[in-house]
């Protein structure tokens, strides 16, 4: 069978390198690959195997079948370490029983290996959700991801932030008229630890919400709820 694929996701790397993510879908498998090019714009055979990275499957216990995973979003460190978001799909072994989704987020050391610092030793945190979307990286190490309804923060090892949102390391995104479905997180900028997540409501408007560093809504942003929606054009 054939094999599609998209590169939806860039972003810098330090010296100059560029990072991308691709995801690949065929009729029985969906997955992605890391690809780190240097400055001058050939694959840097530092990262990987001749540039690419191909993560393991994110989940690989017995009672499932794997369907595939992938990535919704990444973002690169000042260490060159990658982090990448997304979801991942389990049969179970009953044909009857529903298919289940979980978000995952896995990091990768500069080499382009699996950090086992991250996670539980693999590199890896697996949430029961639909998906994240999304990603940062703050000063402090730690990662930020989205999905709709609500921003995550997860510490330098992947143990969820206590300090951030409900004392789970997730957080409410202030609620729009209609349904937001986020995009994308970011930092805002000037060092305040601001947290960013855009998206749009139902009815296409553009909506974008500002969370403060302890995962608040920002009073700041917006007419004080900390979100703004509109159309553009």
């Known amino acids: 069978p054939g094999t599609a694929s998209n590169s939806g996701?860039?972003?810098?790397?330090?010296?100059?390198?560029?990072?991308?993510?691709?995801n690949s879908y065929s009729r029985y498998a969906e997955s992605f690959t890391v690809t780190r090019?240097?400055?001058?714009?050939?694959?840097d055979a530092s990262f990987g195997i001749e540039g690419r990275a191909t993560p393991p499957w994110v989940f690989t216990r017995g009672d499932v079948?794997?369907?595939?995973?992938?990535?919704?979003g990444a973002a690169v460190a000042p260490d060159g370490k990658v982090v990448v978001v997304g979801f991942a799909h389990l049969n179970p072994d009953d044909a009857f029983a529903t298919r289940q989704t979980w978000g995952f987020v896995l990091r990768l050391r500069a080499d382009g290996s699996m950090d086992p610092a991250f996670g539980g030793g693999d590199g890896v945190v697996a949430v029961p959700v639909a998906a994240f979307?999304?990603?940062?990286i703050d000063s402090a190490g730690r990662v930020l991801t989205t999905r709709d309804g609500a921003a995550y923060r997860f510490r330098a090892d992947g143990a969820a932030d206590a300090s951030f949102?409900?004392?789970d390391g997730v957080a409410a995104l202030p609620s729009p008229a209609g349904t937001f479905s986020v995009t994308d997180i970011a930092l805002?900028?000037?060092g305040s630890g601001a947290i960013v997540v855009a998206g749009?409501?139902?009815?296409s408007s553009l909506a974008v919400a500002q969370l403060d560093a302890a995962g608040n809504a920002d009073p700041r942003f917006g007419g004080g709820d900390g979100i703004v929606t509109g159309r553009i054009g």
Do not use: Y
Request: avoid cysteine; aromatic fraction near 0%.
């Open 9 to 22: 996701h860039l972003r810098a790397a330090p010296g100059g390198k560029v990072v991308a993510v691709r």
């Open 165 to 167: 949102g409900g004392g």
């Open 37 to 43: 090019l240097t400055a001058g714009g050939t694959q």
């Open 200 to 203: 749009a409501v139902s009815d």
């Open 133 to 136: 979307v999304g990603a940062a």
């Open 188 to 190: 805002a900028a000037g």
């Open 65 to 72: 079948e794997r369907l595939g995973q992938t990535a919704r």
